[in-house]
C-alpha cells in the first residue's frame, strides 16, 4: 500500500515556474515507477511523465517536454516534477501515481493515486 500527497501547486503567470512534490508514504516507495498526470475542467485525465524506480528512464507527453522535468528522491520518498516556461494550457489539478510497472504512461497501468494539486497558470 502506497500514500500519496501532493503539494507545490498555486497561481502563476505565462512563463513562470513551479515544483510540485509528491511525499509517499511506505518503504517500498523506491520500487515503484512513478507517474504525474493531470485533468483540466471538462477534460480527461492525461500523462503528463513517469520516471522508473532507477531513475534511468523518463517519458514525457509531447505537450510538455523540454519545459517540464520529473525527478525523484527515493531516499525521502519523493517525486517531483519542475515545470517552467508555463502556459495557461498547463491548468489543471496535477496528480502523482505509482504503477507496479516498468513503464507506464496510461491511467490504468497506476495502482495508487494523490488526492491531486491544483496548478493555475495565468495569461
Known amino acids: 500500500q502506497v500514500q500519496l500527497v501532493e503539494s507545490g501547486g498555486g497561481l502563476v503567470q505565462t512563463g513562470g515556474s513551479l515544483r510540485l512534490s509528491c511525499v509517499a508514504s511506505g518503504r517500498t516507495f523506491s520500487s515503484y515507477t512513478m507517474g504525474w498526470f493531470r485533468q483540466a475542467p471538462g477534460k480527461e485525465r492525461e500523462f503528463v511523465a513517469c520516471i522508473t524506480w532507477n531513475s534511468r528512464s523518463t517519458y514525457y507527453a509531447n505537450s510538455v517536454k523540454g519545459r517540464f522535468t520529473i525527478s525523484r528522491d527515493n531516499a525521502k520518498n519523493t517525486l517531483y516534477l519542475q515545470m517552467n516556461s508555463l502556459k495557461p494550457e498547463d491548468t489543471a489539478v496535477y496528480y502523482c501515481?505509482?504503477?507496479?510497472?516498468?513503464?507506464?504512461?496510461?491511467?490504468?497501468?497506476?495502482?495508487?493515486w494523490g488526492q491531486g494539486t491544483q496548478v493555475t497558470v495565468s495569461s
Open positions: 501515481a505509482a504503477s507496479s510497472r516498468f513503464i507506464a504512461t496510461l491511467r490504468n497501468e497506476y495502482n495508487y
